[in-house]
């Protein structure tokens, strides 16, 4: 079974500083993703990043990068030069070979003008 | 591309009453979908696994009697809630599957309220 756990349930961070999401997850997959989604206000699930597991380099997408510590079985979200259009809840999540996505509790990341 | 259309964005319905949410692929075919739940301020929880042309797979405590499930072509799968009581009350998302590498996207969601 696949446990995701986020452990930060709320985070706020100065607009254009650098803020960190933690999430560890369990899994009995050899090969597996990682994913970070946004749910802004809005509620709709976007998706910021993904991680394969057999990749070694850390995924980078623009501002957002992850710090994946396979054997740690951490996937911790690094945000730099953080923008108002941030503030969401942030969630971690992993598909079992189903499919099936199991998320983590969420973090409620605010950014402050 | 890869988009998942859900319908109606937000529904108020009377208690005893059913309701029914659509979610479609709208630009590719989606053997699977999935139907999860959202409190508010609270993450989501996967409710059921549809097959296009199966019957559903349901996670554990969620009542298959309650929420029917059909997938019945490549693009479409409902949920109906049946007889609705407040605490159905909740915010509904769907999400398929597309392509071969782990792409997944998700309806924008559907805000049931029971009175």
């Known amino acids: 079974a696949q446990t995701v756990t986020q452990s930060q349930p709320e985070m706020s961070v100065q607009e254009a500083e650098t803020v960190t999401l933690s999430c560890t997850y369990d899994?009995?997959?050899?090969?597996?993703?990682l994913f970070w989604y946004k749910q802004p206000p809005s509620r709709q699930m976007i998706l910021v990043i993904r991680?394969?597991?057999?990749?070694?380099q850390n995924a980078t997408e623009n501002r957002f990068s992850v710090n994946f510590q396979k054997a740690a079985k951490s996937f911790s979200l690094k945000i730099s030069d953080s923008q108002l259009g941030d503030t969401a809840m942030y969630f971690c999540?992993?598909?079992?070979?189903?499919?099936?996505?199991?998320f983590g509790t969420g973090t409620s990341l605010t950014v402050i003008p | 591309g890869a988009v998942v259309s859900q319908h109606p964005s937000w529904v108020i319905c009377k208690s005893g009453t059913s309701v029914k949410i659509e979610c479609r692929s709208l630009?590719?075919?989606?053997?699977?979908m999935f139907w999860y739940r959202q409190f508010p301020k609270q993450s989501l929880m996967l409710m059921a696994t549809?097959?296009?042309?199966?019957?559903?797979?349901?996670e554990q405590g969620v009542e298959k009697d309650k929420f029917l499930i059909n997938h019945a072509s490549l693009t479409l799968s409902t949920l109906t809630v049946t007889s609705a009581h407040p605490e159905d009350s909740s915010f509904y998302i769907c999400?398929?599957?597309?392509?071969?590498?782990?792409?997944?996207?998700f309806g924008s969601g559907t805000r049931l309220t029971v009175v």
């Open positions: 991680q394969e597991a057999y990749k070694q």
């Open positions: 549809s097959n296009e042309g199966s019957k559903a797979t349901y």
């Open positions: 999540a992993s598909p079992n070979t189903g499919n099936q996505f199991y």
């Open positions: 899994t009995s997959e050899n090969n597996y993703y």
């Open positions: 999400s398929a599957r597309w392509g071969v590498y782990y792409g997944y996207t």
């Open positions: 630009d590719f075919q989606a053997t699977t």
